[in-house]
């Protein structure tokens, strides 16, 4: 049942991707090219992986996709984290999620067997 859950998440965040852009291209690393188009495309991404977790046929290969995902935006995270944007929020918040990116990349590897 966890694995419905953690697709529900991925395809959400996914399509948060395209309602709320401006979220994700704040967050972007500035010597990351492209921004619009790399938003757009881990939106895409998340989507198709939260997709392919809820098919048996899929899901092995959707885990080690998410988990390629997760490493990918971990440089945006990080940006989260140390950039000067971003001191009015809490650092709990912001460096809260590096260790949660491990924890995730976890969760999802539990699905590649």
Known sequence: MAVYFMAAIYMLAGIWHFVRPKFYLQIMPPYLPAHDALVFWSGVAEVLVGVGLLFP?????????????????????????????????????????????????????????
Do not use: C, D
């Open 57 to 113: 046929a899929t899901r092995v290969w959707a885990a080690w996709g998410l988990i390629a995902l997760l490493i990918a935006v971990f440089p945006a995270n990080y940006y989260m984290a140390v950039g000067e944007k971003f001191r009015q929020l809490s650092p709990w918040i912001r460096w809260g999620r590096l260790p949660l990116q491990g924890v995730l990349i976890w969760w999802a590897y539990q699905y590649t067997k």
